[in-house]
């Protein structure tokens, strides 16, 4: 069914605003997906906070115009679908990784993160990326190292001298 122009407008302006708040896209065919397929890749990438969107590509093209996603404009051909990441990085690669697993359709065709365009094998490296949780437990776990190896400094002569008098003791003879 033709979209009308107020209707294309619309696209472009939704595209575009999330285009503009995204940390990462990605590009994929979906040519050969049966509506059974494509209805629960779009339910997984919702309940993973990935905005999902089949947009004609003359109509995608003008929708990243102005954002940091401007650089997939030359790799859009085919029946191709975006998937912003809208959270975190890594998790469209995720949603986009682990669906292309079971369906063989769904094919990588490019993927943009921070103005730059990379090769869909780099996909497995996005989706290997932390989430934000991941991230910031990692961070904690680095600054709380210090302090539990200097308490662990602090406390080692008064562990190291019950452990020397605990071997006196068992040497002796018991009177």
């Known amino acids: 069914m033709a979209l009308r122009l107020e209707d294309k407008k619309a696209l472009v302006a939704e595209v575009n605003e999330v285009a503009a708040n995204a940390l990462s896209a990605i590009a994929a065919e979906y040519r050969g997906m049966t509506v059974a397929q494509m209805t629960e890749f ?5 309940s993973e906070g ?3 969107r089949v947009v004609k590509n003359t109509l995608a093209k003008r929708a990243i115009d102005g954002t940091e996603f401007e650089c997939l404009a030359d790799s859009l051909t085919g029946p191709i679908i975006l998937a912003f990441s809208t959270e975190d990085p890594g998790s469209a690669a995720r949603v986009v990784k682990e669906f292309s697993e079971d369906c ?5 065709q490019v993927i943009a993160i921070g103005g730059e365009v990379y090769p869909s094998s780099d996909l497995d490296r996005l989706a290997r990326l932390p989430t934000l949780d ?10 709380q190292a210090p302090a539990g190896k200097f308490v662990r400094t602090i406390a080692e002569p008064q562990a190291k001298l019950v452990r020397l008098l605990a071997a006196h003791r068992d040497q002796q003879p018991a009177a």
Request: glycine share 4%; hydrophobic share 50%.
């Open 42 to 46: 779009r339910a997984k990438a919702r």
């Open 50 to 52: 990935v905005y999902v």
């Open 104 to 108: 063989e359709d769904l094919v990588t």
């Open 134 to 143: 991941q991230a910031r437990a990692k961070l904690l776990g680095l600054l």
